[in-house]
Nanobody, 126 residues
Framework: QVSLVESGGGLVQAGSSLRLSCAAS????????MGWFRQGPGKEREFVAA?????????FTDFSIKDRFNISKENAKNTVALQMNSMKPEDTGLYYC??????????????????WGQGTQVTVSS
């Protein structure tokens, strides 16, 4: 049974950094894109970043995110991390890890990856 478990959320001040981790287990993820999504207060869930399981390719929703966030794969631990720097109050939201066989299922307005984690709350105070 596939399991994606996020950790590392919390309350930080604007300008701070935070590192989220997603522990993946219960499946063969070699053909999957591992992604991070977020849902802010009153907003739809949106794509943030993704990485191929081998860690060779990364994708970001826009340059603002790419300039501040980094996604990485820790092969030995089957873990995908999202390093968030220079955080802003608008980064507040519930952050989800997900696994998808198709990248396009991540970047559409209504993302539909194959598997979702339960989410971890990130709050950035001004």
């Amino acid at each position: 049974q596939v399991s994606l478990v996020e950790s590392g959320g919390g309350l930080v001040q604007a300008g701070s950094s935070l590192r989220l981790s997603c522990a993946a287990s219960g499946g063969d993820f070699s053909d999957y894109y591992m992604g991070w999504f977020r849902q802010g207060p009153g907003k739809e869930r949106e794509f943030v970043a993704a990485i191929t399981w081998n860690g060779e390719r990364t994708y970001f929703t826009d340059f603002s995110i790419k300039d501040r966030f980094n996604i990485s794969k820790e092969n030995a631990k089957n873990t995908v991390a999202l390093q968030m720097n220079s955080m802003k109050p608008e980064d507040t939201g519930l952050y989800y890890c997900a696994a998808a066989t198709l990248l396009k299922e991540c970047i559409v307005p209504d993302p539909r990856p194959n598997y979702w984690g339960q989410g971890t709350q990130v709050t950035v105070s001004s």
